[in-house]
């Protein structure tokens, strides 16, 4: 059981705007950035989102976050086959001085 | 670009401890925080810990008792080691390169897969 809130799956059609949440707490996202991470399984995974709504060099600005309380969102828009693959949140935890992570959301492109 | 590298045995027997080495390349440990993170199989990630440069250590509380992680600057290194291990230890455990006090790893290691079985 994860101590971040995702579903465990989303889809969209190619072009179309897709979000994912992602739930937390007063100990994690209401006090502490959220970041967001895309991961193709066998491969690394790459920052998408840092604080909150901040986008890496790189990364589309296809791709924005926002937070709001104890929960979180990445929105996808435009969306292209490449991007389907695994989606993490993730924020600080003052509870645990540490990480904590969802459990990730798999995005299909239909 | 730094480059992380984990290596080590992809099998480990029931109590046994497993043991990870992660290689950095393309930059220093230090001035970094760096972090193990795993995947169980079907999972979602789990934070195991972080080690400064320093050598100042943080555990998840949930493996804190198993677990020891520590670095060699000279060789741009940093290990893993968690003991007593269980088929719930099996996962796809990740190095990554951190900073204090959020969840932001801007660099990660491929990761690699550990069995629990004798």
């Known amino acids: 059981q994860s101590v971040l809130t995702q579903p465990p799956s989303a889809s969209g059609t190619p072009g179309q705007r897709v979000t994912i949440s992602c739930s937390g707490s007063?100990?994690?996202?209401?006090?502490?950035?959220v970041y967001w991470y895309q991961h193709i399984p066998g491969t690394a995974p790459k920052l998408l989102i840092f604080r909150n709504n901040q986008r890496p060099s790189g990364v589309p600005d296809r791709f924005s976050g926002s937070k709001s309380g104890t929960s979180a969102s990445l929105a996808i828009s435009g969306l292209r086959s490449e991007d389907e693959t695994g989606y993490y949140c993730?924020?600080?935890?003052?509870?645990?001085?540490?990480?904590?992570f969802g459990g990730g959301t798999k995005l299909t492109v239909l | 670009q730094v480059h992380l590298q984990e290596s080590g045995p992809g099998l480990v027997k029931p109590s046994e401890t497993l043991s990870l080495t992660c290689t950095v390349s393309g930059g220093s440990t230090t001035r970094y925080i760096w972090s193990w993170i795993r995947q169980p199989p079907g999972k979602g990630l789990e934070w195991i810990g972080y080690?400064?440069?320093?050598?100042?250590?943080k555990y998840n509380p949930s493996l804190k008792s198993r677990v020891t992680i520590s670095v060699d600057t000279s060789k741009n290194q940093f290990f893993l080691k968690l003991r007593s291990v269980t088929a719930a230890d099996a996962a796809v455990y990740y190095c990554?390169?951190?900073?204090?006090?959020?969840?932001?790893?801007?660099?990660w290691g491929q990761g690699t897969l550990v069995t629990v079985s004798s």
């Open positions: 993730a924020a600080w935890d003052d509870n645990v001085s540490g990480p904590v």
């Open positions: 080690i400064y440069d320093s050598g100042t250590t």
């Open positions: 990554a390169r951190g900073s204090g006090g959020v969840a932001e790893f801007d660099s």
């Open positions: 007063i100990s994690n996202i209401a006090s502490n950035f």
